[in-house]
């Protein structure tokens, strides 16, 4: 059984961090992401991982701030988050595809998706 289970968001004041962690078991994946959907605006792409050794993709609006990894012993994929900004405030989404094949930057590449934690950054 697949699950996904997104851990680590809340209100933080903007410049601070925050790690988001996504057990992500039941099955081997090939790449594993991280979409975001703030209020009002579609979902969108912050970052994705193939394997361990790979080199991560990132969003440019991220670039520089945020670092993806994933622990395939612990099956588990982490976002950390530094000089958090109010733009920033969203919806973040541990999605996960078994296909290494597909875009990594499409959230239609990906078959399952976490739940979602809420990140907020604000003054």
């Known amino acids: 059984q697949v699950q996904l289970v997104e851990s680590g968001g809340g209100l933080v004041q903007p410049g601070d961090s925050l790690r988001l962690s996504c057990v992500a078991s039941g099955r081997t994946f090939s790449k594993l992401g991280w979409f975001r959907r703030a209020p009002g605006k579609e979902r969108e792409f912050v970052a994705a991982?193939?394997?361990?050794?790979?080199?991560?993709f990132y969003t440019a609006a991220v670039q520089g701030r945020f670092t993806i990894s994933r622990d395939n012993a612990k099956d588990m994929v982490y976002l950390q988050m530094n000089s958090l900004k109010p733009e920033d405030t969203a919806v973040y989404y541990c999605?996960?595809?078994?296909?290494?094949?597909?875009?990594?930057?499409?959230?239609?590449?990906?078959?399952?998706w976490g739940q979602g934690t809420q990140v907020t950054v604000s003054s």
């Open positions: 999605a996960a595809s078994t296909s290494g094949a597909t875009s990594a930057y499409l959230a239609g590449s990906y078959g399952y």
């Open positions: 991982i193939r394997s361990s050794s790979s080199a991560p």
